[in-house]
């Protein structure tokens, strides 16, 4: 059982920058395809970005590419979400998630089997 615990929002300003973090509970986590994603309200779970389990392979949704950057600390269980730009669009509650049965990209939410409990993201003009 993986547990996954995000922390990092807030309010900020449109420009602004964020970091998120999201530590799991088990060392399972370091083999494991990790990702973020994002939901607004009304709207449906956004994929923002997927890295593989060693961190060096990353995948981008279009709306984030440029200005977000996920990184991962295999040693700390952590993986972090830089989010630098913001716009008042990426106002939501942003979700870590993780699929221990791949070590690649993972886009599908459909393939992970862990998320956290969100962390609200707000942008204020």
């Known amino acids: 059982q993986v547990q996954l615990v995000e922390s990092g929002g807030g309010l900020v300003q449109a420009g602004g920058s964020l970091r998120l973090s999201c530590a799991a509970s088990?060392?399972?986590?370091?083999?494991?395809?990790m990702g973020w994603f994002r939901q607004a309200p009304g709207k449906v779970r956004q994929f923002i970005v997927g890295v593989n389990w060693s961190g060096g392979d990353t995948y981008y949704a279009d709306s984030v590419k440029g200005r977000f950057t996920i990184s991962r600390d295999n040693a700390k269980n952590t993986v972090y979400l830089q989010m630098n730009s913001l716009k008042l669009e990426d106002t939501a509650n942003y979700y870590c998630?993780?699929?221990?049965?791949?070590?690649?990209?993972?886009?599908?939410?459909?393939?992970?089997?862990?998320w956290g409990q969100g962390t609200q993201v707000t942008v204020s003009s």
């Open positions: 088990t060392r399972t986590f370091s083999r494991s395809a």
């Open positions: 998630a993780a699929a221990p049965k791949y070590e690649g990209l993972v886009v599908s939410p459909l393939l992970y089997d862990y």
